[in-house]
């Protein structure tokens, strides 16, 4: 019983999705329910998603059905006139005697009108572009549908949000970004384009680690940083850490000896300096004899 229960479902499933009436349901009437049921905090905010999201959606749908009409119209002009010219023109060499009457001015004109139209409808479609706003309006239509419908399911970008309350902003400036990116391609070198912000690594970097790399508000210690390092790299970081350990003993012995160099020469210096501040022995002056004094003789 149960499996024929299951059966039976299955068959309801598939005859529910065979039903006509589900392909004449557009895409407004699919998403204009689902806009209705969202948990929003407003109804301003639905309202903006009906105006801005599924007008714009209904828009480009319309401008793709629009441009799809001629753009299907000349190039099947094109693709045809170019089979039939070459045709025409090949059938003007059978022999003269098996041709109808008149067969020459037919084909000359039938030839001249065939490849005047011909020109003409690829003129017009390099002149306004057909090919490449089809292709535009149709890619553009698409994004926004898949950009919507990741946004009804919280899928793809929208899988980290928990409710269509918090995905609600960015939902709409990717809706922005997708109808500005259009609008430069369709004017482009006429609109301004802003400058691209410069990408901050270390920002980036600090944003993306995870919260057992991240930095602390204090400084990390001089251990926490080895230890890091250990668990990224411990073969490097020990040899590292030996060739670390030599290099500082042998700064350290260098260290002494130039002390031991710099006091044998203060030393040396005290020495000179006493030898030559030695006060130094004066000759001894010799007195000359004074003669003796003549006494006077009266007369």
Not at 77 to 82: E, F, H, I, K, R
Not at 159 to 177: G, L, V
Not at 269 to 298: C, N, R
């Amino acid at each position: 019983m149960a499996n024929q229960e299951n059966i039976d479902e299955e068959n309801q499933i598939i005859d529910k999705a065979l039903n006509p009436k589900f392909e004449r349901i557009g895409y407004k009437d699919q998403v204009l329910d689902i806009i209705n049921s969202l948990d929003l905090t407003s109804e301003t905010d639905k309202s903006i998603l009906k105006s801005r999201f599924l007008y714009e959606v209904l828009n480009y749908d319309a401008r793709r059905n629009h441009t799809k009409k001629y753009y299907n119209g000349f190039r099947f002009t094109v693709t045809v006139g170019s089979i039939l010219l070459p045709a025409i023109l090949s059938i003007g060499q059978m022999d003269p005697d098996k041709l109808p009457n008149n067969f020459n001015d037919i084909s000359y004109w039938s030839a001249w009108s065939i490849s005047l139209m011909v020109t003409i409808c690829n003129g017009f479609l390099q002149l306004f572009s057909l090919d490449k706003n089809y292709f535009e309006l149709a890619i553009t239509s698409e994004q926004l549908k898949t950009e919507g419908w990741q946004f009804f399911q919280l899928s793809g970008k929208y899988d980290e949000y928990k409710d269509h309350k918090e995905a609600y902003r960015p939902f709409c400036k990717s809706i922005e970004n997708i109808k500005r990116k259009q609008v430069e391609k369709e004017f482009s070198g006429k609109g301004e384009v802003k400058k691209k912000k410069e990408f901050d690594f270390a920002k980036e970097l600090k944003n993306n680690l995870p919260e057992q790399f991240k930095p602390t508000s204090a400084p990390p210690s001089e251990q926490s940083i080895l230890s890091l390092l250990g668990k990224i790299a411990p073969d490097k970081v020990k040899a590292a850490a030996q060739g670390l350990s030599s290099l500082k003993q042998t700064t350290e012995e260098l260290t002494d000896a130039i002390d031991d160099v710099e006091e044998g020469l203060t030393e040396n210096e005290d020495g000179l300096e006493e030898d030559i501040e030695a006060p130094e022995t004066k000759p001894t002056s010799v007195t000359k004899p004074t003669p003796p004094k003549k006494k006077k003789q009266g007369k």
